[in-house]
């Protein structure tokens, strides 16, 4: 997969001739709801001989525009390539959502988008706006735009995946449910236990295990509370932990032993519901 700034990729449209599935969003956490979208994108892309394309940002308008109060992210960059990757998309496009970038209309940024990629399809949620508010366009206009942008393409726009309890999955509900420390429900609506990607931080080895200073995340951090977990270690052997997360300090003990403190390369933890084998 290849990685592009949008502002560049409008610079320099390399991918002008290419025919494209396009998905855009912000798919914080990636949630199973956002998996439909994206399988489905590249499973167009695939069934036509075209590529797939998802086009995200580095700051959700959301938060930017404040219709939603501010949260850290669920999602690194650097694990959303690598689940972008892996489920086989062929561009990830990010957006730096400048004050400047948040006045386009719908119609300026699916003018930039059209420009840069023959769209052949949009693969998007029910829910799905793009846009300043006053302007902006959900999938109907998005089909309006498409139709006079690049005429032939199509939007198509699977419906809502819900949780057991016939609640639609959001990255909002993801959120609400770690600050409750509900990862049993979390886990559900991820497909996957919770990861923090551990990369960027610095540790320091303690009597008990491994300390990383809660402040210095950018991820969302659970309720505080002791977590099983596991630790992923950068050959990507996994290895059983317990996590006590507390207002300061997040402390992360090997079930087994103590680590050599010169050998241990740490990626990512992954925080397990109870009751589960992951
Ligand atoms: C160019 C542009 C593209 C946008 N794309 C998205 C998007 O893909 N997903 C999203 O949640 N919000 C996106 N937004 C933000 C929404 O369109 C909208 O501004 C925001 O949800 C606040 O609108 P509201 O006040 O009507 O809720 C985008 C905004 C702009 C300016
Ligand atoms: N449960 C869902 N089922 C199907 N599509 C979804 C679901 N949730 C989001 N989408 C779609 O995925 C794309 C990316 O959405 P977005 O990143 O805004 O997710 P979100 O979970 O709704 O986020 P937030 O809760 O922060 O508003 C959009 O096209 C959106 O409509």
Request: glycine share 6%; proline share 5%; hydrophobic share 40%.
């Amino acid at each position: 997969m290849k990685r592009y700034d949008f502002m560049h990729l409008s610079a320099h449209p390399v991918l002008w001739q290419v025919p494209m599935v396009v998905s855009i969003g912000v798919f914080d956490g990636i949630h199973r709801g956002h998996l439909t979208i994206l399988d489905r994108t590249i499973s167009f892309a695939k069934e036509n001989g075209w590529e797939s394309m998802v086009i995200t940002f580095d700051k959700n308008p959301k938060m930017v525009t404040k219709s939603q109060p501010y949260h850290s992210k669920l999602t690194t960059e650097a694990q959303m390539q690598e689940i972008l990757a892996n489920l086989g998309v062929n561009h990830m496009v990010v957006i730096d959502f400048s004050a400047d970038f948040s006045k386009l209309t719908a119609e300026e940024f699916l003018a930039l988008v059209c420009a840069f990629c023959q769209v052949k399809a949009m693969v998007v949620g029910e829910d799905f706006r793009c846009g300043a508010p006053a302007s902006s366009a959900g999938p109907v206009q998005l089909q309006e735009h498409l139709n006079r942008l690049s005429p032939g393409a199509i939007v198509e726009v699977p419906p809502f995946v819900r949780t057991d309890k016939r609640e639609v999955v959001s990255s909002t509900l993801v959120r609400k449910k770690l600050l409750e420390g509900a990862l049993e429900e979390i886990q559900g609506m991820l497909g996957r236990p919770y990861e923090l990607d551990l990369v960027a931080y610095p540790s320091k080895f303690t009597e008990d295990g491994l300390l990383y200073r809660t402040a210095s995340f950018m991820q969302l951090l659970p309720m505080a509370g002791v977590y099983d977990a596991y630790l992923t270690l950068s050959d990507d052997t996994k290895v059983p932990v317990k996590t006590i997360i507390g207002n300061e300090d997040l402390l992360i003990i090997p079930k087994v032993g103590m680590w050599d403190r010169k050998l241990l390369r740490t990626k990512r933890l992954g925080l397990i519901a109870k009751g589960s084998s992951s």
